[in-house]
């Protein structure tokens, strides 16, 4: 079964650069969802889109920001990049009209390295 | 084996005994949760969900267990195989929202000796 798309895998910026993360939901998923991890600590939510609004927005920084495009693949954004910032960043998707089912399904992550 | 209290790091069970993880939630209002499975380097995995009209649910090998009145949840799973050796995750949706963002515990480290 085709699962969340996420690229880069891998990514080594250096301090105050930008970095664009991609993600691919699964086939008619309309809902995205992006959280950070960093080593050692549990996913935190960042923001999520619903038909390429905005649906909800937790622990994102000012200097990130995200949206979602008409192929309902999502792109995260993120400026000024700080050393803090180096962290496992996973995409999940759901079908959001399935009302019945908030099942999340995560990627494989993209670990974004600070340097 | 059984974690205790709010959080417990690391779980060691022998294989074929049963593992409980225990989680508590933060929020009364939160009406739905999942236990995810969480392997070195890999995103999580969905092993099983519960809405908050239910106290229990059972999968394959796995058991949620609720307690809304001290908010409380637990996942059981049944002969622990060495492929069950990962980071456990709790989390929760506290908006009631399908699009909204999962809050999630700290993960539990289960390890499967020989």
């Known amino acids: 079964a085709a699962g969340v798309i996420q690229s880069p895998r891998h990514l080594i910026k250096e301090k105050r650069e930008t970095a664009t993360l991609k993600c691919y939901p699964i086939?008619?998923?309309?809902?995205v969802y992006w959280y950070q991890q960093g080593p050692g600590q549990d996913p935190q939510f960042l923001i999520s889109?619903?038909?390429?609004?905005?649906?909800d927005k937790g622990s994102i920084p000012d200097r990130f920001s995200a949206q979602q495009f008409s192929d309902y693949h999502s792109e995260l954004n993120m400026s000024s990049l700080e050393l803090g910032d180096s962290a496992l960043y996973f995409c999940?998707?759901?079908?959001?009209?399935?009302?019945?089912?908030?099942?999340?399904?995560f990627g494989p992550g993209t670990r974004l390295t600070v340097t | 084996g059984e974690s205790v209290g709010l959080h417990l790091p690391t779980l060691s069970v022998q294989e074929g005994d049963n593992s409980i993880i225990n989680c508590a939630y933060s929020n009364s209002a939160s009406d739905y949760f999942i236990w995810y499975k969480q392997e070195s380097g890999k995103g999580p995995q969905f092993i099983i969900d519960?809405?908050?009209?239910?106290d229990k649910r059972q999968g394959q090998r796995v058991t949620v267990l609720l307690n809304k009145t001290v908010k409380h949840l637990s996942l059981q799973i049944a002969a622990t195989q060495p492929g069950d050796s990962a980071v456990y995750f709790c989390a929760e949706n506290i908006s009631g929202g399908g699009a909204d963002g999962l809050t999630f515990g700290k993960g539990t480290h289960l390890i499967i000796q020989p």
């Open positions: 086939p008619r998923h309309d809902t």
């Open positions: 889109f619903y038909e390429k609004m905005q649906s």
């Open positions: 519960i809405r908050s009209n239910m």
């Open positions: 999940a998707s759901s079908f959001f009209q399935d009302r019945g089912d908030y099942e999340q399904y």
